[in-house]
């Protein structure tokens, strides 16, 4: 196996901040003001939400590029749903400016369902955890 991304995140004083670095890039993760934080970042579902966003949109335009189609702006809204039973779902919108076919929409329904992080999220995933 190799490695495909890579994150870590150092704790700040206030409770709930702290600094994510993923390679060259850095940015702050928190929690609402309603959960006891600060709300100077995205929370951690924040961050699931947006892989799965810039995912779909990604895929969408290679797919585009290699079948050469011209799909114009589009946005990719997702949003996570919980219950106090636990139950849990991911309702993904692809939204285009400009009207595109039924048999295009079917096509990219397909290219949806197949994005790596959505195939991540649909099987079950091992994580190993060690205290150092």
């Not at 150092?10 to 901040?17: D, L």
């Not at 590029?65 to 996570?80: C, M, N, P, S, T």
Request: proline share 5%.
């Amino acid at each position: 196996m190799s490695i495909i991304a890579s994150s870590k995140v150092q704790t700040f004083a206030e409770p709930w901040k702290g600094e994510v670095t993923s390679g060259k890039h850095h940015y702050l993760t928190d929690k609402p003001e309603s959960f006891g934080g600060h709300d100077t970042g995205p929370a951690p579902y924040d961050f699931l939400t947006a892989s799965l966003a810039s995912c779909t949109m990604i895929t969408m335009r290679m797919y585009a590029q290699h079948k050469e189609i011209e799909l114009g702006e589009f946005a990719v809204e997702v949003d996570f749903y919980t219950n106090r039973e636990q139950q849990e779902h991911i309702e993904r919108r692809v939204i285009f400016e400009q009207p595109i076919s039924q048999d295009l929409k079917e096509k990219l329904l397909n290219v949806c369902s197949k994005t790596p992080v959505t195939k991540t999220l649909l099987r079950s995933l091992d994580i190993q955890t060690m205290i150092l």
